[in-house]
């Protein structure tokens, strides 16, 4: 009697998780305040990673931002210091209150740091992770961003690009995630984003190192969204960000059919993480972009494989990533050409 009643306890509870998100379309939840909390960016030198630390900058928070390349790490904290100028010179200007009488905004007392760090390597993660404790305290976003891709089919791949590519885009979140999420669990607060890619979610050809990892990477966050649960930490949140391509150069010359790619074009990288930010703040566990990626994995869940295939086809998906491998390979040659070798 008791499986019974709880049985009906769960109907209720899985019907009122429907309304409640049918709810959050309709009307858009309130965005959480992120201002003076510590927040890191994995790959923040580049693409998406630049554009998430802008994000956070003009909300306040102090940004920690982690890239292999120092010199872009330190181009994109420039940017953030000029965001926070810009706050501070708007925070000391004057303004006019109800009354008519001049009053000065609070004062924007935010810093930037950054740190060379090679994610796809164990010990130079918890090194790193050790020092940002030591020199700005403990992390409350952790934004694990950072992505390569070999851009080779399977059987011309090196090795060792298949490591790098499994290491960084997956195994760097576990080691990113246990640095971090002690004190987390300690204060019952935070917040954990993995960048994925819709290509964690369903899968193409001649990227197979890629796609796994992505895959890699969307289990680990569901399983530990799962733990937190299991935990009853309902202060740290998750949030999955899986994009369609984003038009950032890392899969440039990849084409779907030509007459369906005005309808589904690349993304602007702007508009990503703009639609990432929205769903971060909102405490929204996954955000895919844009929207019929969601139909795109439901139809993969209950599709026969081979009618997976037609739609592929049809589409223009199955051999989408082709060209940009071809492109990738040329490159190389040239690149060996060049130096010799």
């Not at 992390?139 to 590519?165: F, K, M, Q, W, Y």
């Not at 935070?190 to 979610?201: C, E, F, Q």
């Amino acid at each position: 009697m008791n499986i019974l009643l709880e049985l009906f306890v769960v109907t209720f509870r899985v019907l009122w998780a429907f309304v409640l998100a049918a709810a959050k379309w309709l009307v858009r939840p309130k965005e959480k305040s992120v201002a003076g909390q510590v927040c890191l960016i994995t790959g923040a030198g580049s693409g998406l990673g630049r554009l998430f630390a802008l994000e956070f900058a003009r909300r306040r928070a102090l940004l920690v931002l982690w890239d292999i390349n120092t010199q872009s790490n330190e181009e994109t904290a420039g940017m953030v210091r000029h965001i926070y100028r810009e706050m501070a010179e708007a925070a000391a200007a004057p303004r006019v209150a109800g009354d008519g009488e001049k009053e000065a905004l609070p004062h924007c007392n935010l810093q930037v740091y950054t740190y060379t760090c090679d994610v796809g390597k164990r010990e130079n993660v918890y090194l790193t992770a050790e020092r940002v404790r030591k020199e700005v305290g403990e992390v409350s976003v952790l934004v694990n961003n950072a992505g390569v891709v070999s851009g080779h089919h399977l059987l011309e791949c090196p090795d060792e690009l298949i490591e790098r590519t499994m290491m960084v885009n997956c195994h760097a979140h576990f080691w990113t995630t246990k640095a971090f999420l002690p004190k987390m669990l300690e204060m019952n607060h935070g917040h954990i984003v993995t960048v994925a890619s819709s290509l964690g979610l369903f899968s193409t050809a001649g990227v197979e190192d890629y796609c796994a990892s992505k895959f890699g990477a969307v289990g680990f966050h569901e399983s530990l969204s799962h733990e937190l649960k299991a935990a009853e930490k309902d202060g740290i949140k998750t949030t999955l960000v899986c994009p369609y391509l984003v038009d950032t150069g890392m899969f440039r010359g990849c084409r779907i059919r030509k007459e369906i790619e005005p309808f589904l074009p690349p993304l602007k990288p702007e508009y990503c993480v703009k639609q990432a930010m929205r769903a971060i703040l909102t405490d929204q566990p996954m955000i895919c972009t844009p929207r019929l990626m969601y139909m795109v994995t439901f139809m993969k869940s209950i599709l026969p494989f081979e009618a997976v295939v037609c739609m592929y086809r049809f589409l223009g998906a199955d051999k989408c990533m082709y060209p940009f491998i071809a492109q990738r390979k040329q490159a190389t040659n040239n690149n060996e050409a060049k130096n010799g070798i």
